[in-house]
């Protein structure tokens, strides 16, 4: 059975490719858990905890088709984030919303233009749907 929304994921973040930094939105990898029920591989508004700190996250599961290699991940980009890497760290994941499915793009520049499209979807659903987390970060203050 697929889990409900919200969903909760935790763990101690490890080494991607760095692609996401290679394009302008740095990512937090956390393992992909082999006997847990998740849902659905797609990319999805999160709620993430670092270090006690809530951001507004968008997070990808799965296998990242534009750029593929290496196994499933669910890998997340902190709105607002701006203290260095993520390694090591505990991190917990909560998935809010569904916003698109995985698709493999015809290039990066693709890619980096969908991710951007991506932060504007998810801080407009988290300021309709979730505006404690919007203002949980003052430096989402009119990025959407």
């Not at 607002?80 to 917990?92: A, I, N, P, Q, V």
């Not at 504007?120 to 990025?143: F, I, Q, S």
Request: hydrophobic share 35%; glycine share 10%; proline share 8%.
């Amino acid at each position: 059975m697929t889990p409900v929304l919200p969903f909760t994921i935790h763990g101690t973040t490890v080494h991607g490719k760095r692609l996401g930094s290679e394009l302008g939105f740095p990512t937090a990898n956390l393992a992909y858990p082999p006997a847990e029920e998740l849902p659905p591989d797609g990319v999805y508004v999160a709620e993430a905890l670092l270090e006690g700190k809530r951001y507004v996250a968008i997070l990808n599961q799965g296998r990242h088709p534009t750029a593929p290699g290496g196994q499933a991940t669910i890998e997340s980009h902190l709105v607002g984030y701006e203290s260095g890497d993520f390694y090591g760290r505990e991190l917990t994941l909560t998935y809010l919303h569904y916003l698109r499915p995985e698709i493999r793009f015809p290039s990066l520049s693709a890619l980096k233009d969908q991710l951007a499209e991506d932060e504007r979807a998810a801080l407009k659903w988290v300021k309709a749907n979730r505006p404690e987390l919007a203002d949980a970060d003052d430096g989402l203050a009119g990025r959407a």
